[in-house]
């Protein structure tokens, strides 16, 4: 199906905005009533207002599983009926579900999220290049 480029746009705005609100574009384009992921990610690749709100959304996105981490460890914890004490199970799972979206953000925008950092310097010389043999004579040679 041909789409004009305000129905591209009004399905892009649409893609966009199930992905700020924590969908992946799989799970965004899965109801059937948009076009097939390649056909998208061409759009995506031909206008560089659509790749930029794609980008932006896809940051949203980050924000908005970022701030679900939050909310994971803030929940009130199971109580084990038995023991009256925290249910172990319980934290074990918190504990997953926390590192998994850890995991998730680092792969997603391992710059912001990452473990790893890098420092690069980049000189233009050397600071230090060994010792310089070629002592000038009296006369001004090498």
Known sequence: MAYSESERQRIVDEICDKIAN?????????SGEYPARKNFLEWIDQDESKRN????????????KFDSIE????????????????DPAWVNLQRLKI????WELSK????KYGDKQ??????EKPIFNGIDLDVPTDNGSK
Not at 55 to 60: D, G, L, P, S, Y
Not at 118 to 123: D, G, P
């Open 22 to 30: 924590g969908a992946s574009l799989r799970s965004a384009l899965a």
């Open 53 to 64: 709100q794609y980008a932006r959304a896809m940051e949203i996105r980050a924000e908005v």
């Open 71 to 86: 909310q994971d460890y803030m929940e009130k914890p199971k109580i084990d009926p038995e023991t009256g004490r925290i």
């Open 99 to 102: 590192d998994a979206k850890k």
């Open 108 to 111: 997603l925008f391992p710059r």
């Open 118 to 123: 890098e420092t690069t310097h980049i000189f």
